[in-house]
């Protein structure tokens, strides 16, 4: 909304101008220009042009903005706005009677309902929201991983995995050359990461069927052990009468498919009587 608007009567808008340039005084704390602070009615008819009235509660207040500008806010009483509040701006040059509304806007108070701050996707993807077709790149700079071609598959902890950008393009260069396959493994963080993924999710120790069960994994038959640093701490499950077949288990997990799970006497089936020989015929049947 632009045009000047009168806001009070001469000798209540006329201030004291300093004559000099301003810009050159130091800074100091801003105050609300009175003239301005003063116009509520100026600023309360700009808002009642853009939205009805029933929209516009009491005036909340005024602050400085700058020199001689002053915003005006409002109670905002549209349904589904609650905390929200209107806010009015308005300006006037220096020696000016009449103010100029600079604009009129909806903002958010601190008991305002509003959008969650905005995610980028990558950071929004959690397991298993992956769909056939989707992708989800890494990162040149992910830490988790470092090239196989200058550390090999046995990351050692004492080894330096930063590299510029143009080494990572020399290496692989390097391993697409010499056909080693994978370009990047795991460093000891990822590694590390994994490991702690692993033992606190439901292959761990503390999952509620582990809690529950009779033995631990670590004496299971169907426990195929992994290798490399991480075969100390897990193995895979390869029984396929079991909840976690085919997934990552810790050694101290466990199940009731345990390899070594007996059943206990009594609660055995009865057990069947001995068989015995039918020796009744057609003839004995018609004596009867």
């Known amino acids: ?84 509040r209107w806010s009015v701006t308005i300006a006037r040059a220096s020696r000016q009677r009449t103010a100029t509304v600079d604009e009129v806007v909806l903002l958010p108070g601190d008991e305002a309902i509003v959008a969650p701050a905005w995610v980028p996707w990558h950071e929004r993807v959690r397991p298993g929201d992956l769909t056939p077709g989707v992708l989800l790149p890494v990162d040149e700079d992910d830490p988790r991983l470092v090239p196989t071609y200058a550390f090999g598959d046995d990351v050692d902890e004492t080894l330096d995995a930063t590299l510029d950008e143009d080494d990572r393009g020399q290496v692989r260069r390097v391993a697409k050359e010499l056909g080693l396959g994978r370009v990047r493994t795991l460093s000891v963080e990822g590694r590390d990461l994994a490991a702690e993924r692993w033992y606190e999710g439901d292959g761990g120790p503390e999952a509620p069927i582990a809690k529950a069960a009779p033995d631990a994994c670590t004496s299971c038959g169907f426990l ?64 009867f």
Request: with cysteine; charged share 25%.
């Open 1 to 84: 909304m632009i045009g000047p608007v009168s806001t009070t009567a001469p000798s209540q808008a006329q201030e004291h101008e300093p004559s000099h340039d301003a810009s050159h005084e130091p800074a100091r704390s801003r105050s609300v220009d009175g003239a301005l602070a003063r116009a509520v009615d100026v600023a309360r008819a700009a808002l009642l042009e853009q939205v009805p009235a029933s929209d516009v509660g009491d005036h909340l207040g005024a602050v400085a903005e700058g020199d001689r500008v002053v915003t005006h806010s409002f109670g905002c009483s549209r349904a589904g706005y609650r905390g929200w």
């Open 224 to 287: 195929v052990r992994l290798a490399g640093p991480l075969a100390t701490m897990f193995g895979v499950c390869a029984n396929g009468n079991a909840n976690d077949d085919g997934r990552v288990v810790s050694l101290d997990h466990g199940c009731g498919a345990h390899s070594e799970v007996r059943i206990a006497r009594k609660n055995l089936p009865a057990p069947l009587p001995d068989p015995v020989v039918d020796e009744l015929t057609l003839d004995d049947l018609e004596r």
